[in-house]
């Protein structure tokens, strides 16, 4: 069974992103992957150091080379029911939309988010290793995101935000 897991990475960082009429959504999504992250990294016992990957994430120079990064994102998508199990699992992207939607995305921005889901996967599919195909995917959709100047600002993260991403 291929698992079809480039788009998880981007489920979780697409909520990240916010446009200037939406200033709060960053928190919002911030505050909401923190606890997953915590639960996922103790559960597969994954290093500390993948906090510093989440961490730095939207720095525009920052490229994410931990495989076990990749795990966790997979991790938390499964933990937030964004998989549809099968043969061929796969991102549900119908809960995606939505999902995106409850966090503060407009049509028109989720539907350009599943775009890029979709371009990042498609740059990512060789990677045979399942977590480090999530961390090209990752890498390529942080730069497209910037790229369209829809990163957030990193000195916008909270900070008691990023004290609980560092242990």
Known sequence: MR????????IIVAFGVRTSSHPIVMQN????????????QQEMGLPDTIYNDFY???????????????????????????????PNSHINLDTFFQYSRKRGADDETAKRLLQLLRYCEEQSKDERDTCMRVVRCANCFR????????????????????NELVP
């Open 3 to 10: 698992i079809n897991f480039v788009s998880v990475i981007l």
């Open 29 to 40: 999504i911030l505050g909401h992957f923190v606890k997953p992250i915590s639960r996922c």
């Open 56 to 86: 730095n994430f939207w720095s525009e120079d920052y490229e994410i080379t931990n495989n076990a990064t990749g795990c966790a994102f997979i991790c938390m998508a499964a933990r937030l029911n964004l998989i549809v199990n099968g």
């Open 143 to 162: 730069r497209e995101i910037h790229a369209l100047n829809w990163a957030p600002p990193i000195v916008e993260t909270p900070s008691h935000y990023s």
